[in-house]
């Protein structure tokens, strides 16, 4: 099955600067990549999400990033705010079977103001 | 996006015994999941929930010990039967496949306590 790595596992910035967050997968047929956003005691939110045919996507300060042939894709946040501060997972859906997520480890991102 | 609301948001329950949680989604969709989060860990699929049919259950995960039940497109239930102290965590549902058919969304958890 399909194995998501997640890096760091926490990430401090000052507020303003950009935090980035990596993963890997190592199935080559996953073809959706979500990232999700899961504030203490809240669930899981979706804030932006990937398909294997796009290399880039920009939602205002988030951006992700997808290489395909690394198999490798990354979440982007510029000009981070205090409330940017989280745990952010991100996702890999293969083609097959049930399309269902498997997840990475999750990264404690806190946005020092 | 869909809305999913989950009944109970939390419980304690004495070990041995089983608590079954429910799952709500607003509209109809295609796919639903149940997951299990630990305290500061990732989420882990435990099993997709079909209707009509047995659930497909993710390696570690029987149907004895969490048995799921999904009568239509909008409503399915988990079970955590004889429960012990591991079986403490949060259990999240998760649907898929509405009017943004890739998007996966989360309902806010079951936080279950076994003592």
């Known amino acids: 099955g399909e194995n998501v790595e997640q890096h760091p596992s926490t990430l401090s910035v000052q507020e303003g600067d950009s935090a980035v967050i990596k993963c890997t997968y190592s199935?080559?047929?996953?073809?959706?990549f979500p990232w999700y956003k899961q504030e203490l005691g809240k669930r899981p939110q979706l804030i932006i999400d990937?398909?294997?045919?796009?290399g880039e996507k920009k939602d205002q300060r988030i951006a992700v990033t997808l290489n395909k042939t690394a198999k490798h894709f990354s979440l982007h946040i510029t000009e981070t705010q205090p409330e940017d501060s989280a745990v952010y997972f991100c996702?890999?859906?293969?083609?097959?079977?049930?399309?269902?997520?498997?997840f990475g480890t999750g990264t404690r991102l806190t946005v020092i103001p | 996006s869909a809305v999913i609301s989950q009944k109970p948001s939390r419980d304690i329950c004495q070990r041995g015994t089983s608590l079954t949680i429910q799952c709500q989604v607003d509209?109809?969709?295609?796919?639903m999941f149940w997951y299990r989060q630990q305290p500061g860990q990732s989420l882990t699929l435990i099993a997709t929930?079909?209707?009509?049919?047995?659930?497909?259950?993710e390696s570690g995960f029987v149907i004895d010990k969490f048995p799921i039940s999904r009568p239509n497109l909008t409503f399915s239930t988990l079970t955590v039967s004889n429960m012990s102290p591991e079986d403490s965590s949060i259990y999240l549902c998760?649907?898929?496949?509405?009017?943004?058919?890739?998007?996966?969304?989360f309902g806010p958890g079951t936080r279950l306590t076994v003592l």
């Open positions: 998760s649907a898929k496949g509405g009017e943004t058919y890739n998007e996966q969304f």
């Open positions: 929930a079909n209707q009509g049919s047995e659930a497909t259950y």
């Open positions: 990937i398909r294997s045919n796009v």
């Open positions: 996702a890999a859906s293969p083609r097959t079977g049930a399309n269902n997520l498997f």
């Open positions: 509209s109809q969709v295609t796919m």
């Open positions: 199935d080559s047929a996953s073809n959706y």
